[in-house]
C-alpha cells in the first residue's frame, strides 16, 4: 500500500526529524527509475497533535439521500491536561466535492446529489487540527479503509438494451436454430442489476422461443421466407428491482433466402413489368448490391442464375441494369422468376410480370355448332352454353356474347354466360331449322376483337299434330250386285308430323262382317254379298299415327245402293260428358 507505519517507540531522539529513502520494484524484480525521500518530523510528547479514537471509520449511505444528509462522525481527542478544542476537515479523497464536515462536531453529510453508477464508494482522508500556533494536525490516512464511505445501490436505472435491434436468418434452419441473441445492461447492483428477457408481442404463431435468463433466441418451428418474410418482435428487458424497471425493443428479423450472402443486395426481392411485344434491348429494371468488404472484395459484378425464361433477359454485368433479349409474348409466359447474382455470393429473386396488349381474339372451341332440340321444348329453355376463350389479361380477355342475324325472335344469348335460350315456344311444322352466327368480343376499350362462330339449330319432331281426313264424311254408292272382295270406298288422312309420327294407319272402330278396311290404304273391302238393293250403312273409321302416345282422328264412311241413300243425322238430339279439371290435352 506504500504506508508507513511506526514499528517501534521513538524515544527520546536527539534528532527532530526522520530522513528516508524509499525504492520501488515491480513483481518482476525491476527498480524504480527513481526514489523517493520521505521527511518525518518528530514532535515533542509535551505538544502532540489530537488523537482519533479510532483508526477507521466505515460508513454507508444510499445513493438517492438528499444533500446535507448525515452519513456518520468521526472524533478526535487532544492529549490529557489539553485544553485545546479540535477542528475537522476533509483533508483528501473528495476532489468533486461531494461531501462536507462539520468542523466542531466531526459530522460527515453529504453535500452534492450522489450516484453509485459514477462511484461506489469514497475513502476520505480527514484531519483534526487542535487550536495552537502553529497548529498540530492528526490525519487519519492509516490505510485505505479510513473514514470510507460506501455509496448503497438503489433501483434507479432502467436496462437499457446493447443487442441491435435487426437480425437476419436463413429460412432453411433447423428447429432450435440460434437467431439472436438479445443482451441488456443494467448498472444497478445485486437484484437491481439482474435482467431477464420476454417477447411481448409479434410471436403470435409461436416461431421462435427465448430463454429468459440467456437471452438466447432460438427457432421454435420451420421458418418459410415465402410464406413471412420478416418478424417484427416486441422484447421487454426486466430488472428484479422492487419496483421492476424495463425497458423495451422492436427486434425485426428478416428471413433470407438460402443462399450465401456476404455481399448483400439492398433489396432481397425486386418486382415489376413490362409490356409484351417490345423490341429487344427493353429496359426492366436495376438490382443493387452492397459488399461491406473493403478494395478488390466489395466490387461486384452481376450475373443471372439459369433458369425458366432467364434466356430472354441480359444484365449489364457491373451496373446490374436487366433488359431484354427477345420480343415478349404474354399469353406464352406472364411471369417470369430470375435470380440475380453477384459472383461467388448473393442472390435476389427478380420478379417480372409482362403486361398485355389487346393481340388475341376470343377463340370458340368450333368453327359451327349444330344442336337439335324438341319442338316441344318449354320457352326460357336453355339449348346451347357456348365458351369463348381469349389468352389476354383484364378487359381485354374478359368476353361477352350476342347474336346476329335473324332468330325470328326465337332464341337469345346471355351476354355474360354465353348461354343460348328459347324466346318462345318452337314449332318443327311451321319451321324446322334456324341459322345464325353468334360473337364473342372482349372488352377492351381500345379496338376491341371479336371472333363470329355459326349456329344451327335442329328442330326435332314430336307427335304434338293429330291425322286429318282429307274428306270426312265419305259417301260410297254400291250396286246391290258387287263382287265380294271388291274396294268399294277409300279413306285418306294426312298427318304434318315426321316418321312414325306422321305415318297413319287405319281401322274401323265398330267391328264389322261385311265390310274390312286396308289399314295402310285405306280401302274399305266387300266382304259379303250385299243382302237387298236397299242397303245402307255407316262406318266409324279411325285414323291413328304411330308416335308413343299415338294420337286418332275419327271419320266417317256413309255406304248405300243405288236405290237407298242414307242421310247422315245424330243418334240424339243432346250428348252430355263430364271430365276432370287439368285433364291433359287431346284426353278422349
Do not use: W
Not at 530522513?19 to 520501488?24: E, M, N, W
Not at 255406304?559 to 290435352?585: C, G, K, R, V
Amino acid at each position: 500500500s506504500g504506508i508507513i507505519y511506526l514499528i517501534s517507540a521513538l524515544g527520546q531522539l536527539a534528532r527532530s526529524a526522520l530522513f528516508l529513502t524509499v525504492s520501488a520494484r515491480d513483481g518482476g524484480g525491476l527498480p524504480s527509475a527513481t526514489n523517493a525521500a520521505v521527511t518525518v518530523n518528530i514532535l515533542q510528547t509535551a505538544s502532540a497533535p489530537a488523537i482519533f479514537e479510532r483508526s477507521r471509520y466505515a460508513f454507508s449511505v444510499p445513493e438517492d439521500a438528499s444533500e446535507g444528509s448525515p452519513i456518520g462522525t468521526v472524533k478526535a481527542r487532544e492529549p490529557a491536561n489539553s485544553l485545546e478544542v479540535v477542528s475537522y476537515r476533509i483533508s483528501s479523497g473528495d476532489p468533486h466535492g461531494r461531501f462536507s464536515i462539520d468542523p466542531q462536531f466531526g459530522i460527515i453529510r453529504s453535500k452534492k446529489q450522489l450516484d453509485y453508477e459514477t462511484q461506489s464508494e469514497y475513502t476520505l482522508h480527514i484531519a483534526a487540527e487542535d487550536c495552537g500556533s502553529p497548529p498540530l494536525t492528526s490525519l487519519l490516512i492509516l490505510d485505505s479503509l479510513a473514514a470510507k464511505i460506501i455509496i448503497l445501490d438503489i433501483n434507479d436505472n432502467s436496462p437499457s438494451f446493447m443487442s441491435s435491434p435487426l437480425s437476419y436468418v436463413m429460412e432453411d434452419v433447423e428447429v432450435g436454430f440460434l437467431v439472436h441473441r438479445i443482451t441488456a445492461k443494467d448498472p444497478d447492483e445485486g437484484r437491481n442489476g439482474q435482467v431477464t428477457y420476454h417477447i411481448l408481442s409479434g410471436n403470435e404463431n409461436k416461431a421462435f422461443v427465448l430463454d429468459k435468463i440467456t437471452g438466447l433466441l432460438t427457432t421454435a418451428q420451420l421458418l418459410d421466407r415465402e410464406i413471412q418474410e420478416h418478424y417484427s418482435l416486441t422484447v421487454m428487458a426486466l430488472d428484479d428491482g422492487s419496483p421492476a424497471l424495463s425497458a423495451t425493443q422492436v427486434l425485426t428479423i428478416i428471413v433470407l433466402d438460402v443462399n450465401d450472402e456476404t455481399p448483400l443486395f439492398l433489396k432481397q426481392f425486386y418486382e415489376t413489368a413490362v409490356r409484351e411485344n417490345q423490341d429487344p434491348g427493353e429496359f426492366v429494371l436495376m438490382v443493387e448490391a452492397v459488399d461491406r468488404d473493403a478494395g478488390l472484395n466489395s466490387l461486384l459484378r452481376y450475373e443471372i442464375l439459369p433458369g425458366t425464361g432467364y434466356e430472354k433477359f441480359k444484365m449489364n454485368s457491373d451496373s446490374g441494369e436487366l433488359v431484354t433479349t427477345a420480343s415478349l409474348d404474354r399469353e406464352t409466359q406472364e411471369v417470369f422468376s430470375i435470380k440475380g447474382s453477384p459472383s461467388r455470393s448473393s442472390t435476389a429473386q427478380l420478379y417480372l410480370t409482362v403486361l398485355d396488349e389487346n393481340d388475341h381474339n376470343p377463340l370458340f372451341a368450333k368453327t359451327q355448332y349444330q344442336i337439335s332440340v324438341r319442338e316441344d321444348l318449354e320457352e326460357g329453355s336453355a339449348i346451347l352454353d357456348l365458351f369463348a376463350s381469349d389468352e389476354d389479361d383484364g378487359l381485354n380477355g374478359e368476353v361477352t356474347y350476342s347474336l346476329i342475324d335473324d332468330t325470328f325472335g326465337v332464341f337469345a344469348i346471355d351476354s355474360v354466360t354465353g348461354s343460348i335460350v328459347t324466346t318462345k315456344a318452337l314449332d318443327r311444322e311451321t319451321k324446322s331449322q334456324y341459322t345464325f352466327r353468334a360473337v364473342a368480343s372482349d372488352c377492351s376499350t381500345h379496338l376491341p376483337r371479336s371472333t363470329t362462330v355459326s349456329v344451327v339449330v335442329h328442330v326435332d319432331d314430336v307427335n304434338d299434330n293429330d291425322p286429318v281426313f282429307l274428306q270426312n264424311p265419305i259417301k260410297a254408292f254400291v250396286p246391290a250386285e258387287t263382287c265380294v272382295n271388291e274396294t268399294v270406298a277409300t279413306v285418306r288422312a294426312e298427318d304434318v308430323d315426321l316418321g312414325s309420327n306422321g305415318a297413319v294407319v287405319f281401322s274401323l272402330m265398330i267391328a264389322e262382317t261385311v265390310f274390312q278396311i286396308d289399314a295402310k290404304t285405306g280401302d274399305i273391302i266387300l266382304q259379303e254379298p250385299l243382302a237387298s238393293n236397299e242397303f245402307s250403312t255407316q262406318l266409324l273409321v279411325m285414323a291413328s299415327d304411330q308416335g308413343i302416345p299415338p294420337r286418332t282422328a275419327t271419320g266417317m264412311v256413309v255406304i248405300f245402293t243405288e236405290d237407298q241413300e242414307e242421310e247422315i243425322s245424330f243418334t240424339h238430339s243432346l250428348y252430355e260428358a263430364s271430365m276432370p279439371e287439368n285433364s291433359a290435352a287431346g284426353g278422349h
